[in-house]
T-cell receptor, first 115, second 111 residues
Framework: SAVISQKPSRDICQRGTSLTIQCQVD?????MFWYRQQPGQSLTLIATANQGSEATYESGFVIDKFPISRPNLTFSTLTVSNMSPEDSSIYLCSIRGKVMDTEAFFGQGTRLTVV | QKEVEQNSGPLSVPEGAIASLNCTYS??????FFWYRQYSGKSPELIMSIYSNGDKEDGRFTAQLNKASQYVSLLIRDSQPSDSATYLC???????????FGQGTRLTINP
């Protein structure tokens, strides 16, 4: 399976600031996915990032709050904007297997604490 | 109704016993189902994938799928303390290329 590198691994940020999380994959992938995992909760999909087009956001997530870039087939960023303590979560980058509808693989996650 | 539902637990099982984890889903046309294990502070790791009705075995793990009942389960035989983790059921939403996760079941294996 591909190697997915995410950084930073953790950060503590002041409310009102923004944090950009980077995700690098060691092979080209069509789609990259960003998930949020709030404390004690399961994974919720934020958006799907395709290279060359705007990201597709899930219900409850908006581009102004979570802008995403996908400049090429191996890299994506997620920005958490104007942060509040409610944004404290783990953010995970994910890719799918090479065959459609197969398993997902995850980066190591970014643990964000907003104070 | 949630798209994917699991009992959140905690589920406590003695070492050496069989742990049984259950999951139901609402999308009748889903064809791909996955079980992930997540240790505290770590990202999810894939344990099993299952695409056809019936059982699929891999070592101590058996996944069971019943599409008619919209039910997926995971059995862990000879449970070990190292199996203590949260187990996440995930269902692929057909045509959308996205996975929806259940809320996870926290499993504790007692020595």
């Amino acid at each position: 399976s591909a190697v997915i590198s995410q950084k930073p691994s953790r950060d503590i940020c002041q409310r009102g600031t923004s944090l950009t999380i980077q995700c690098q994959v060691d092979s080209q992938v069509t789609m990259m996915f960003w998930y949020r995992q709030q404390p004690g909760q399961s994974l919720t999909l934020i958006a799907t990032a395709n290279q060359g087009s705007e990201a597709t956001y899930e219900s409850g997530f908006v581009i102004d709050k979570f802008p995403i870039s996908r400049p090429n087939l191996t890299f994506s960023t997620l920005t958490v904007s104007n942060m509040s303590p409610e944004d404290s979560s783990i953010y995970l980058c994910s890719i799918r297997g090479k065959v459609m509808d197969t398993e997902a693989f995850f980066g190591q996650g970014t643990r964000l604490t907003v104070v | 109704q949630k798209e994917v539902e699991q009992n959140s637990g905690p589920l406590s099982v003695p070492e050496g016993a069989i742990a049984s984890l259950n999951c139901t889903y609402s999308d009748r046309v889903s064809q791909s189902f996955f079980w992930y294990r997540q240790y505290s502070g770590k990202s999810p790791e894939l344990i099993m994938s299952i695409y056809s009705n019936g059982d699929k075995e891999d070592g101590r793990f058996t996944a069971q799928l019943n599409k008619a009942s919209q039910y997926v389960s995971l059995l862990i035989r000879d449970s070990q303390p190292s199996d203590s983790a949260t187990y996440l059921c995930a269902v692929n939403i057909q045509g959308a290329q996205k996975l929806v996760f259940g809320q996870g079941t926290r499993l504790t294996i007692n020595p």
